[in-house]
């Protein structure tokens, strides 16, 4: 009796390895098991068939990762093809994973995998996840493997992702295949197999890219060189452009320009005042700045007086005192002779019926200075200063610079959250920033613009170099006050009122106040600026006056 005792305990001794690693433990009824058969063809293909048993009436899923990582911020990225299931389930195939479903009984998985033999060194790794992203637990996992030459080493890890627990059993079994099996795996957790095989057995096929996120979205791709690139040559255009219409502007405002003759000589042996080309205060201005501004309006204002369209007088007070006001009255109505905006300017002062106005009631009043900033600017049009509106190519400049932005800003986002290559749209935006802030320097003049400005620079050095000696007495008054509003529009009333300082003019009254026209004509301009100021609808180059 223990005779026969002792043969069975040595037969049982004998058979346990067998069963452990030969034949596979089997799995405990009532619970989900696979069993895994993978074979590496010649083209490094990898074919899988898996054989799933699932207990009746219950369901199971297997989500597949095809993108791994490998360490330093790098991913092994996987291609399954020809998936499906045999049985009670079903398979398909997404872009950075594939789902297999099984229901209750035996259930065979078939699928190829691309992407699994890498070069490690001077021999061939085939790597693949041959369990992992199950909802359910595994009573066990067994695994094989064949390959047109001898596995060299196998190396196979389970447990949770990432972490570096050995499987249950892992060995080159015959030294033609290798086999390994994992005894209770954890929902969640996987069965990572490694198998070495000798350099030249198949052509490596991995795919190792950047890991997906910020860092791999931001990363420099072909795509995103290639739209990178493209930015560049934008902006190297751009700047070009600018370049050549800004510099043109900047050699007439640095050339060595003389004082241009702006006094004429009649016949008869008067001296007069003529502007360069025609150009009126206003315009100049505007040409000189790009904008229409609220000394654009005064100086306007000071030639209509000056042309006899207007009469400015100081007006006293109560008991004799002089208060700081101004009163502006009719002396001509506006006519064919008026350009559009002097037009604009005079009846916004004197609209029809009304013949007079003090400064002070012009402050009370609401003036509308809309239609003085668009006949101006379409006046600086049609003299051929500019192709377009100035700031009508500001505005279309900004709000497209503005929409290529937020445009921008959205790829980049997008990109960024799915395929990558956000710098594909951060190139974008970057790209609309640029235009919307050089959106202020788009309005560049015309060749004929830009030889205007020589012109004015010429006219600025008259201002400065001449004297009343230079003007027969006689014309004197009507020199100084024809050049009076160009003083005004280009900053030089100071030097024009100290060189003349005319005291009594046509078309000015001070003779009743006693005041000196030098100190009393700049308050004038002052208090006129912040009135105008107050519309709203032009920039003011300076603080208004209370």
């Avoid at 499906?84 to 398909?92: F, I, P």
């Avoid at 789902?99 to 790794?125: I, K």
């Avoid at 400005?453 to 004197?476: I, K, M, N, W």
Wanted: net charge negative; glycine share 10%; charged share 20%.
């Amino acid at each position: 009796m223990s005779k026969n005792w002792g043969v069975a305990l040595l037969a049982a001794a004998a058979l346990t390895p067998a069963m452990a690693v030969g034949a596979f433990a089997q799995p405990l009824p009532g619970t989900v098991s696979t069993e895994v058969r993978m074979k590496l063809e010649r083209d490094a293909r990898l074919t899988v068939t898996e054989t799933v048993h699932v207990p009746d009436g219950e369901t199971v899923k297997r989500t597949v990762p095809l993108r791994l990582a490998v360490g330093n911020d790098l991913e092994r990225q996987y291609q399954v093809t020809d998936a499906k299931v045999d049985g009670r389930g079903s398979a398909t195939v997404g872009g950075e994973e594939f789902t297999a479903t099984f229901e209750g009984g035996d259930s065979t998985l078939t699928y190829t995998v691309v992407g699994a033999v890498a070069p490690v060194g001077d021999v061939l790794e085939v790597r693949w996840q041959v369990a992992g992203g199950w909802d359910t637990e595994l009573d066990k996992v067994a695994v094989s493997f064949s390959a047109p030459d001898s596995p060299t080493s196998v190396n196979c890890l389970a447990g949770p992702v990432g972490s570096s627990q050995p499987c249950t059993s892992a060995d080159l079994a015959d030294g033609k295949g290798v086999r390994a099996q994992e005894i209770k795996l954890a929902a969640g957790e996987r069965v990572d197999v490694a198998i070495g095989l000798s350099a030249g057995v198949v052509p490596p096929n991995a795919v190792v890219v950047e890991q997906s996120g910020l860092a791999a979205a931001f990363a420099l791709t072909p795509i995103s060189a290639v739209a990178l690139g493209g930015l560049l040559v934008l902006l190297l255009g751009g700047v070009a452009l600018l370049w050549y219409l800004r510099g043109r502007d900047a050699a007439a405002l640095a050339s060595e320009v003389g004082a241009v003759s702006v006094l004429v000589r009649d016949q008869g042996g008067h001296v007069a005042f003529a502007s360069p080309d025609g150009v009126l205060p206003g315009q100049v201005g505007t040409v000189v700045d790009e904008h229409v501004d609220v000394v654009d309006v005064t100086a306007t204002v000071i030639d209509l007086a000056v042309r006899n369209y207007l009469w400015i007088t100081e007006v006293r007070q109560e008991g004799g005192g002089f208060g700081h006001d101004w009163q502006i009255v009719r002396r001509n109505p506006p006519d064919a002779s008026l350009s559009g905006y002097e037009k604009a300017v005079y009846e916004v002062l004197l609209p029809q019926g009304v013949d007079a106005v003090t400064v002070s009631e012009l402050r009370g009043r609401q003036v509308d200075l809309a239609r003085v900033r668009d006949e101006l600017y379409a006046d600086v049009v049609e003299k051929r200063w500019f192709v377009r509106r100035p700031d009508a190519e500001r505005s279309l400049f900004w709000w497209v610079g503005i929409g290529l932005a937020v445009l921008g800003v959205v790829a980049t986002v997008v990109l960024a959250l799915t395929i990558g290559s956000a710098l594909f749209g951060l190139a974008v935006a970057v790209a609309g920033a640029a235009l919307a802030f050089g959106a202020r320097s788009m309005p560049a003049r015309t060749k004929r613009g830009s030889e205007l400005l020589v012109h004015v620079r010429g006219l600025r050095g008259y201002l400065h170099g001449v004297t009343p000696a230079d003007v027969p007495e006689d014309d004197r008054e009507l020199v100084f006050s024809r050049s009076l509003p160009y003083a005004v529009v280009l900053g030089e009333t100071e030097r024009w009122l100290t060189a003349f300082g005319q005291q009594d003019l046509y078309w000015y009254g001070n003779s009743g106040t006693s005041t000196d026209f030098r100190r009393s004509f700049p308050a004038f301009l002052g208090a006129l600026d912040g009135v105008l100021a107050q519309a709203g609808h032009l920039r003011s180059l300076r603080a208004p006056n209370p």
